[in-house]
């Protein structure tokens, strides 16, 4: 699996959108890019997923770079209680195989 | 979405004894399940992998005689901590995935396990 290069932090003011970048550089041409987030002492909790097209669903819209290389998970009206650590995952489709968690990053909304 | 549960949310035991964690998935059948282990301000690490009516995989340093898994039904996953020690002490949290529709892979609540 693709490795995975996220901020460790960042910080956003609420009801404003948050921008979470994520770097994957080597991602090959079947592997997907899925966002999860972990809030405090939590499982995680799926986000989004997608493969080259911009995705939206009623959480996130998830942004990729058209060489792939890199995504923007976005929040748009960032709330308290999206505040979690957020996971960036490439992984391929197939099989039943576990997902690998980086270190993410630790979103922190401010009221 | 899919519901998974894990039972209990948190468990104290004495160091030396066994505890069980169950994990069920509420809405749909899983054929494979996924226990990981977090530290404090650590990140998620599988522990293993629990293929129903097979022998679990386990992780590499992850000894399979201390964590008994057990996955007897396509509902139902158990983890045994054999012989708790302190340091066993951590957060468990077990996944499963509704084949065949890829990695939406749903997570339990976890289990805090103190061992004293």
């Known amino acids: 699996d693709a490795k995975t290069t996220q901020p460790p932090s960042m910080d956003c003011a609420e009801g404003r959108a948050a921008n979470l970048p994520c770097n994957h550089s080597?991602?090959?041409?079947?592997?997907?890019v899925y966002w999860y987030r972990q809030i405090h002492s939590q499982g995680p909790q799926y986000i989004i997923h997608?493969?080259?097209n911009n995705e939206t669903n009623e959480m996130a819209s998830l942004i990729i770079t058209e060489d792939r290389k890199s995504s923007t998970l976005i929040l748009p009206h960032a709330t308290l209680r999206d505040t979690a650590v957020y996971y960036c995952?490439?992984?391929?489709?197939?099989?039943?195989?576990?997902?690998?968690f980086g270190s993410g990053t630790r979103l922190q909304v401010q009221p | 979405g899919a519901v998974v549960s894990q039972h209990p949310s948190w468990v104290i035991c004495k160091s030396g004894t066994s505890v069980k964690i169950e994990c069920r998935s509420l809405d749909f059948q899983a054929t494979t399940m996924f226990w990981y282990r977090q530290f404090p301000k650590q990140s998620l690490m599988l522990m293993a992998t629990s293929n129903e009516g097979s022998k679990a995989t386990y992780e590499q340093g992850v000894e399979k005689d201390k964590f008994l898994i057990n996955h007897a039904s396509l509902t139902l996953s158990t983890l045994t901590v054999t012989s708790a020690h302190p340091e066993d002490s951590s957060f468990y949290i077990c996944?499963?995935?509704?084949?065949?529709?890829?990695?939406?892979?749903?997570f339990g609540p976890g289990t805090r396990l103190t061992v004293t």
């Open positions: 080597t991602i090959s041409g079947n592997e997907y």
């Open positions: 995952i490439v992984i391929e489709d197939t099989g039943r195989r576990a997902l690998t």
């Open positions: 997608g493969l080259k």
């Open positions: 996944s499963a995935s509704r084949q065949p529709r890829g990695y939406e892979q749903y």
